[in-house]
């Protein structure tokens, strides 16, 4: 009887020490089997989008040389896929955010009104940002020289026809002196034209570095 109880004593005594030796060894097994392949893990692959890639772009924000203000900052979206080597690195549809780096409203007879933008940044659906550089995009307004002229000249015929009624020939000559003068005032008072992008309005920049993505 008693072997009988030793023979069982022994027996779960053995059990006992197997199972204890066989956990910390297979949770160290585990860990440098874990160890071994986060070390080996291959590293996510980037591609290089060169400088001088175009980003062809449509603004989601409007933005205008009377308005907007150096700092103030935009967003778009690619209108064209990035594609490097025959692969599409950025898609179509992504956004990016831009800066206003200069915008002049138009002056006064002298001074047409300009508006500069550049990109700052790539800004996927998922992930970070990623920061860019662009050449600036400058836009000039047109010029009005021949709507001022025009203005001038009506005036000056205006003013004609005014002087006419009132005292003949000399008078139609100091009328045309007064109707041009007024005319002129017209230009005077009048700003050129302005630079007003609206939502959608298509735009193209320029990397001026490399970027990785």
């Known amino acids: 009887m008693k072997r009988s109880i030793y023979a069982i004593a022994l027996a779960m005594l053995i059990i006992s020490s197997v199972g204890c030796s066989k956990d910390p060894s297979t949770t160290s097994a585990d860990s440098m089997l874990g160890n071994v392949a986060e070390k080996f893990k291959p590293e996510p692959k980037t591609t290089t989008v060169p400088a001088g890639t175009k980003l ?18 935009f967003m778009a979206s690619l209108t064209e896929p990035v594609v490097v080597n025959g692969k599409t690195v950025i898609a179509k549809g992504t956004k990016v955010r831009g800066r206003v780096v200069d915008a002049k409203d138009s002056g006064r007879v002298k ?10 940044q790539i800004v996927p659906a998922e992930g970070k940002s990623i920061g860019i550089s662009t050449k600036s995009y400058t836009g000039i307004a047109e010029a009005t020289k021949k709507r001022d002229a025009a203005i001038i000249g009506g005036g000056a015929g205006v003013g004609a026809a005014i002087g006419a009624l009132a005292g003949g020939g000399k008078g139609a000559a100091i009328g045309a002196a007064v109707g041009g003068g007024a005319g002129t005032g017209t230009v005077l008072a009048t700003k050129g034209k302005q630079i007003r992008y609206a939502p959608e309005h298509p735009l193209s920049f320029t990397l001026a570095k490399a970027v990785e993505i």
Do not use: H, I, P
Request: no cysteine.
């Open 56 to 73: 062809r772009v449509a603004l989601l924000n409007s933005v205008s040389s009377d308005k907007s203000e150096a700092g103030d900052q």
């Open 111 to 120: 001074g047409r009104a300009s508006l500069e933008l550049t990109l700052t």
